[in-house]
């Protein structure tokens, strides 16, 4: 025990390198100064973060990039989910981006991949976005399954849902799919933007091309 | 000649007393009312989708069924078709819709193919959704007896 204690200390006490940088106490700053720079310089890198995060959870950054704006945008102009009788409007992070903190955070790390694709330039014009369409939308579909969903449940939750107010079909649907387990995504593809090719999917549901 | 300059002034003359009755007549109008040229016309009012319904009746036996529900938002091209998410073979009974005719599965020279003929593909150039519209002009058509139950 005391033969650790001295040995503690020598390790502490030794002058100059990284760790006397993390481990030798300050000699000239009060504890009072340290901590309260510390508190601001905290506040401003954590704030400073998550202010940059937020500003790349906007649609205007979504769309500075062209692969964005030209197609999927486009499409979702011509949707529900950008025009509609009530007004309210799901942008490109509503569906996209998870709320949750960590969630939204593991998100932004796998978007860094996204980045390596536009300075690649995989999918740099409309041809090629429309050759890889039914792979990214197969990503998009699948990731939603396996979160049952989980953005489009900040705004349409089924406990909050009349089934008064719905058509007969919905009603229908709805309520055999809420029992099989189902979840938003299986049903509703292609909502807010263009379906890909869906011959793949499901070939009863479109004539297919001649394969070449 | 001269008798084609009489008949060319006879023409001119009853021309012009016909003209002005013409021009007084109520009767026809264009197409944005007899509103004048400076006036507003007044907006024709938007039609509603039809609510959801039951299967309607056909009025003639060739008659290709009417949709009796909004296809709002429905696309249908190249790439998909939405109406065959729910009418198609292999969806029509989960969906509980009606499930499309055998006869679409024809060309136009009776081949039977594998899957929904082409000229068949694109459902609303013949079943078409209902709006809350009336006729814009009457009629006493009557359905035969044999497909309709008075």
């Known amino acids: ?212 | 000649m001269k008798r084609f300059l009489i008949l060319s002034c006879v023409f001119f003359v009853s021309g012009m007393f016909s003209l002005p009755t013409v021009a007084a007549d109520d009767e026809i109008q264009s197409l944005r009312g007899a509103a004048g040229i400076e006036d507003e016309s007044a907006a024709p009012v938007i039609k509603h989708w039809a609510p959801d319904q039951e299967p309607i009746e056909r009025d003639y036996v060739q008659q290709p069924p009417l949709v009796p529900h909004s296809v709002e938002g429905y696309k249908i091209n190249r790439k998909s078709n939405k109406c065959l998410t729910c009418h198609s073979w292999t969806r029509y009974k989960e969906a509980g819709a009606t499930k499309i005719s055998q006869t679409h599965f024809a060309d136009r020279d009776e081949n039977v193919l594998a899957n929904i003929a082409p000229r068949r593909y694109f459902c609303d150039q013949c079943h078409v959704p209902q709006r809350d519209a009336k006729p814009r002009v009457k009629n006493t058509f009557e359905p035969v007896p044999a497909i309709h139950q008075p």
């Open chain 1, 1 to 212: 025990m005391n033969d650790k204690h001295r040995k503690d200390e020598g390790s502490a006490s030794r002058p100059g390198g990284w760790r006397a940088f993390f481990l030798r106490p300050s000699a000239r700053y009060s504890v009072a100064t340290l901590v309260v720079a510390g508190v601001v310089v905290g506040v401003l890198f954590w704030g400073g973060f998550n202010w940059a995060m937020e500003l790349s959870n906007t649609e205007t950054f979504c769309i500075s990039c062209h692969e964005m704006k030209v197609n999927v945008y486009e499409e979702y102009k011509d949707t529900l989910h950008y025009t509609n009788r009530t007004g309210v409007r799901a942008t490109c992070p509503d569906c996209h981006v998870p709320k949750a903190w960590h969630h939204k955070v593991v998100r932004k790390i796998f978007a860094t991949n996204e980045l390596f694709h536009k300075m690649i330039g995989t999918i740099d014009t409309p041809e090629k976005f429309e050759a890889k369409r039914l792979e990214l939308a197969r990503v998009v579909w699948r990731t939603m399954e396996r979160t049952d969903s989980r953005e489009c449940r900040n705004c349409h939750d089924y406990e909050s849902m009349d089934y008064m107010d719905q058509s007969r079909r919905a009603v229908d649907r709805h309520i055999a799919g809420f029992d099989e387990g189902e979840t938003c995504i299986d049903c509703h593809k292609g909502i807010a933007h263009s379906l890909p090719d869906m011959h793949d999917e499901d070939p009863s549901i479109v004539i297919g091309t001649v394969a070449e």
